[in-house]
T-cell receptor, first 114, second 114 residues
């Protein structure tokens, strides 16, 4: 089964509003990543947060990680119509060996209305 | 630098036919992943290779699916015989093992089996 699960499954907001997406996972991790997928395209990496980090920023993106709750959130501030896409969290399996294997959640579909 | 290159981008084939999907990873990357994406099941990891060696093929749905990586710059995913339920987008992705697992996706191969 998939490691990560996002909620909500779909989110519709007005341009300028903030969008928050959540991800929960089941096992220990080394890091958690967020990816974006535009319709008909491949996934693109947005941001990575390590298991010993609690918050990370990149431009209008803010990611938090709570390892005690096995959850993460992605906040997009001041959203734009161009942010319309699906957003996925991805986790590896914790431990010392880095196998490179990433498991993706089901994704949140974000629509930003102009 | 060229990204992950997949071919064909679109394929429509009849049930029972053999399908071969091709992938050229980013030069210098030593891990390669094959994912399948459908509306029902989301993004599933089928198989991945490290240094051209298959590490985990537990996601390969059936014996009809096979994957090879004869060298560092080429991989194939083969379905024989194909069935309508194989219709999906198949993504190839690659990374350097030392890069904390940030992976780079191709644009996908859109397969329709009729």
């Amino acid at each position: 089964s998939q490691q990560g699960e996002e909620d909500p499954q779909a989110l519709s907001i007005q341009e300028g509003e903030n969008a928050t997406m959540n991800c929960s996972y089941k096992t220990s991790i080394n890091n958690l990543q967020w990816y974006r997928q535009n319709s008909g395209r491949g996934l693109v990496h947005l941001i990575l947060i390590r298991s010993n980090e609690r918050e990370k920023h990149s431009g209008r993106l803010r990611v938090t990680l709570d390892t005690s709750k096995k959850s993460s959130s992605l906040l997009i501030t001041a959203s734009r119509a161009a942010d319309t896409a699906s957003y996925f969290c991805a986790t590896d399996k914790g431990g010392s060996s880095n196998t490179g294997k990433l498991i993706f959640g089901q994704g949140t579909t974000l629509q930003v209305k102009p | 630098d060229a990204g992950v290159i997949q071919s064909p981008r679109h394929e429509v084939t009849e049930m029972g036919q053999e399908v071969t999907l091709r992938c050229k990873p980013i030069s210098g990357h030593n891990s390669l992943f094959w994912y399948r994406q459908t509306m029902m099941r989301g993004l599933e990891l089928l198989i991945y290779f490290n240094n051209n060696v298959p590490i985990d093929d537990s996601g390969m749905p059936e014996d009809r699916f096979s994957a090879k990586m004869p060298n560092a710059s080429f991989s194939t995913l083969k379905i024989q015989p194909s069935e309508p339920r194989d219709s999906a987008v198949y993504f190839c992705a690659s990374t350097r093992l030392a890069s904390r697992n940030t992976i780079y996706f191709g644009e996908g191969s859109w397969l329709t089996v009729v």
